[in-house]
Every structure is written in structure tokens, then in C-alpha cells.
Nanobody, 115 residues
Framework: QVQLVESGGGLVQPGGSLRLSCVASGSILSIVAMGWYRQAPGKQRELVATVTRGGSTDYATSVKGRFTISRDPATNTVYLQMNSLKPEDTAVYYC?????????WGQGTQVTVSS
């Protein structure tokens, strides 16, 4: 049974940094992509960053230059390093793993950027 467990969220001041982790437990045979999404109150869930099995990355325009996505295939873990955080980054962050024909989601972790 596959479960995605997220960690690393919390309260941070503007300009600060946070590192999110998401580890997949259970058997996953073929991961083709991993990513992070976020949802702020009253907003649609939006793509933050993705990384493919081949290592290609994509970022939302709003986080380019500040966030970095990475993964460790050996442990089925995906990370999101968040620097220069802004109040508008406040949201629940969800990790996602695509392993056709399945898509797995993490439980979400709260990130709050406030002074």
C-alpha cells in the first residue's frame, strides 16, 4: 500500500527558508514524475514545481529563482527547498507522485509566512 508522508512545513518569517520533504512508502514500480502543488484559502490548487524521472524540472513563474525541487530515487523522496519566502507563499502544500496508471497525493503540510 502506497502512502506519501510530508514533513517540513511550519511558520516562517518573510525572507526565511523552509525545506519540505515527501517520502513514498510501499511499492512503486515506475515513477515518471514527482511534484509539489499548493492551495491557499479561497484559491485553486496550483502547480508549484515538478521533476521528471529524467531530471527535467518546471516551476511556476511566481517561485522561479526562489524554490528548488529535487528528488532521491533511491528513497522515493521528493524535496522542495523554499528560500526568500513571501506571505503570498502561505498555503497548504501537497506532494504528488505519478506512477501510471496511478497518481498519489500527500496529506498536505501547512506553510505560513508571516511576521
Amino acid at each position: 500500500q502506497v502512502q506519501l508522508v510530508e514533513s517540513g512545513g511550519g511558520l516562517v518569517q518573510p525572507g526565511g527558508s523552509l525545506r519540505l520533504s515527501c517520502v513514498a512508502s510501499g511499492s512503486i514500480l515506475s515513477i515518471v514524475a514527482m511534484g509539489w502543488y499548493r492551495q491557499a484559502p479561497g484559491k485553486q490548487r496550483e502547480l508549484v514545481a515538478t521533476v521528471t524521472r529524467g531530471g527535467s524540472t518546471d516551476y511556476a513563474t511566481s517561485v522561479k529563482g526562489r524554490f528548488t525541487i529535487s528528488r532521491d530515487p533511491a528513497t522515493n523522496t521528493v524535496y522542495l527547498q523554499m528560500n526568500s519566502l513571501k506571505p503570498e507563499d502561505t498555503a497548504v502544500y501537497y506532494c504528488k507522485i505519478v506512477s501510471p496508471p496511478f497518481v498519489y497525493w500527500g496529506q498536505g503540510t501547512q506553510v505560513t509566512v508571516s511576521s
